[in-house]
């Protein structure tokens, strides 16, 4: 008797506890702009997610670790730079790795979700991925003009399926339904080539549904819009899906003819993307936990500078909203963060212990949230191809070092020459086809080794400020914050890792 007594008095003290800690939902959206979202200065209506802000904070400094899909989803789930993958890629080079969409999880990563699943936490995904090699997947060798209703193409879809679910499995989530296994340009038949917030939506609701009373859920949903094809709203079948053809749409939302026409495509998209977000928000009231549920709504890189380490591309949308944490509702919040961040503070509201290997980069956020400081740290950084970058509060430096296999590569059949001999030559105004980035990104100034820009002045990054002696003592400041991440990350990296 004294055997069930004490039973029932640590499953009361187990689910009290399960009660105290939130839950967490994560909303991504991918290729978004500051501007692209009312909060932020949108020219149309995002009510949902301008709510979010509203009974929120408004982080106009959050920044993600790089400007491209893959290694911001990586430091999002694992809380590392993504220069600390490890996957077959990045073990080819004995030299210094471009970061660029090839920072995919292995084996040997761990994630913040296994952390959460192990402190008791229900965990599920839906949505788009993008963190694995798309070769693992029969979806790989479909053709780009198969007929999805093909019996043969239908089973190879759904072998996708079934292996996408047990590989995201693998990382922590209970839970993986209504996936995207990449982007849905390039990555599927042309025939199924179309954005389904509708789908995504299903698979968060499906999730919620499904989640146990006694524990508290982790949900990631990642948004496909507004990353290509920009698509008019009218035109998105909403009875395509990574599965293939439904025989009729998923029925999860309003008509899309309720959405504002005229605001151009992206517009449309978007707000397509904020009704998903309304519809999840929801839920949450109808259940009964919207309070208790830490909610963040962010990008993983604004579309302007994509795949580049400025502002335009790494300095991203984030909102949190959590009314039970005592975050102040309508706050605009300054303070230098970044996606690794977004870990840490997970393992601080869940009270979670690190899983062995987990490395954590980043820095639990509650302390900003609570008003305790408004200094998280002191420098961020960013990394994209053979570019790496320094943020502090007012400067930004950016350094371009490529590694000498890639300095001795021929630039044929635009420019004659190794790489190497073109920038002693100062063919900068040509070599856009072989940016620092790996994508066809052209700026004046852009492929300058060196580039220091004062953000307060300057915030566009036009003037490079770099060889100006009045900001030579920034300029070392600057160069010694790098040397140190290079160094703690341990791969070579110019005169920085040495």
């Known amino acids: 008797m004294k055997r069930i007594l004490t039973l029932i008095v640590l499953s009361t003290v187990v689910m009290a506890h399960a009660a105290e800690r939130p839950n967490i939902l994560v909303l991504i959206g991918d290729d978004q702009n500051m501007n692209s ?68 999880f292995c084996e040997t990563d761990r994630t913040i979700v296994q952390a959460l699943q192990k402190a008791g936490y229900y965990t599920g995904a839906s949505g788009k991925w993008h963190s694995d090699f798309h070769e693992l997947l029969p979806l790989h060798d479909i053709p780009n003009d198969a007929d999805p209703n093909d019996p043969a193409i239908k089973a190879m879809l759904q072998e996708s399926v079934e292996i996408q679910r047990d ?10 339904e209504c996936i995207t296994a990449g982007n849905v340009v390039d990555q599927y038949p042309k025939a199924l080539e179309h954005h389904n917030v ?54 999860v939302m309003g008509p899309r003819s309720d959405i504002p026409k005229n605001k151009g495509v992206v517009a449309e998209m978007m707000m397509w993307t904020d009704e998903g977000v309304g519809v999840i928000l929801d839920k949450l009231d109808e259940m009964g936990v919207a309070d208790n549920t830490l909610v963040i709504y962010l990008a993983d890189q604004q579309a302007t500078g994509k795949a580049t380490p400025y502002e335009c591309g790494n300095n991203i949308p984030f909102i949190v909203r959590w009314p039970d944490g005592g975050l102040q509702a309508g706050q605009v919040n300054d303070t ?84 190497a001999e073109n920038i002693d030559a100062g063919n900068f105004d040509r070599l856009w086809v ?65």
């Open 167 to 176: 590989l995201i499995h693998g990382y922590g989530f209970d839970y993986a």
């Open 37 to 104: 979202i009312g909060a932020y200065g949108a020219k149309y209506a995002t009510p949902h997610i301008d709510r979010l802000a509203k009974e929120g904070v408004l982080h106009t400094r959050a920044y993600t670790t790089s400007a491209l899909c893959v290694p911001t989803r990586y430091s999002c789930l694992t809380g590392s730079y993504p220069s600390r993958c490890r996957n077959r890629l990045f073990k080819e080079y004995d030299y210094q790795p471009p970061i660029r969409n090839g920072a995919f």
């Open 336 to 419: 230098l963060i970044d996606v690794t961040d977004m870990a840490a503070t997970f393992m601080d509201v869940a009270q979670a212990k690190p899983v062995e290997g987990l490395h954590l980069d980043g820095m639990s956020i509650l302390p900003v949230w609570s008003g305790k400081t408004d200094v998280l740290k002191e420098a961020i950084y960013t990394e994209m191809g053979y570019a790496k970058s320094v943020v502090t509060k007012d400067h930004k430096y950016i350094a371009i070092r490529y590694n000498d296999q890639m300095l001795k590569r021929g630039m044929s059949p635009n420019l004659s020459g190794t790489l």
């Open 434 to 498: 072989k940016t620092p980035y790996g994508q066809m990104y052209k700026r004046f100034g852009f492929a300058d080794p060196d580039q220091l820009f004062d953000l307060r002045k300057d915030p566009n990054e036009k003037s490079n400020l770099a060889a100006n002696p009045e900001y030579q003592k920034v300029m070392k400041e600057m160069q010694v914050h790098l040397t140190g991440y290079v160094q703690d990350i341990g791969r070579p990296f110019g005169e920085f890792g040495e």
């Open 198 to 251: 509708e789908y995504t939506v299903k698979g968060a609701l499906d999730f919620l549904d499904q989640a146990p009373d006694d524990k508290p859920f982790f949900l990631w949903t990642a948004f496909t819009p507004t990353h290509g094809p920009h698509e008019p709203i009218e035109s998105a079948d909403v009875t395509v899906t990574p599965e293939g053809i439904t025989d009729k749409a998923v029925g």
